[in-house]
């Protein structure tokens, strides 16, 4: 049992860094403004390709904040995970970012709830967007899924 709990964590650390790897390749500068943010972000084109969050449009989020995806069942995870979170306020500045993980089965075709905690500073900033991204896997072509992610405009 030990050796699998072993296995399991160095297979999420591998995954985060994967993903922490690819999303510093996409990471915004400081300078840019939420505009250019939202035109560098694909959006799912079919609302139904989106998961459900706890989130909501114009939250107030306080440090810290646990933020919980639902796949329904849409978005497909790898190696329980689902893919990432970034909080980013009015001036582009990334304030947090988070592996969506899972405790339970995730290889499932059922909904399955990810979740992430993000610990921020926003002393300066009034409000941010929420950007939820799935992890379309590795691969080219057909091998790996479609890139998807989403924004909620957020209050601190």
Same mark, same amino acid.
């Given at each position: ?10 297979l999420v650390?591998i995954?985060?860094?994967?993903i922490l ?12 403004s939420?505009?250019? /943010?939202? =035109?560098?972000?694909k ?15 114009n939250?107030r989020?306080?440090s810290p904040?646990l /933020?919980?995806?639902?796949? =329904?069942?849409? %978005?497909f995870?790898?190696e329980?995970?689902l893919?990432?979170v =970034?909080l980013?306020?009015?001036k582009?500045t990334e304030?947090a ?5 899972t405790?339970?089965? %995730?290889?499932?075709n059922e909904?399955v ?6 610990i ?6 009034k409000? *941010?967007?929420?950007?939820i991204?799935?992890d379309p *896997?590795?691969?080219d072509?057909?091998?790996?899924g ?8 957020v209050t601190?």
């Amino acid at each position: 049992m030990l050796k699998n709990d072993n296995l399991r964590l160095t297979l999420v650390i591998i995954s985060m860094v994967l993903i922490l790897t690819s999303c510093k390749n996409n990471s915004n500068t400081k300078n840019e403004s939420i505009e250019n /943010v939202e =035109q560098q972000t694909k959006i799912g084109e079919d609302k139904r390709e989106l998961p459900t969050v706890n989130i909501k449009k114009n939250d107030r989020l306080i440090s810290p904040t646990l /933020v919980k995806v639902n796949s =329904q069942g849409l %978005w497909f995870a790898s190696e329980g995970t689902l893919g990432f979170v =970034q909080l980013i306020d009015e001036k582009g500045t990334e304030l947090a970012t988070g592996i969506l993980t899972t405790k339970e089965n %995730w290889m499932s075709n059922e909904p399955v709830m990810f979740s992430t905690e993000l610990i921020f500073t926003s002393k300066n900033s009034k409000s *941010g967007i929420l950007i939820i991204h799935n992890d379309p *896997g590795q691969g080219d072509g057909e091998e790996a899924g479609k890139n998807i992610s989403f924004k909620i405009p957020v209050t601190f």
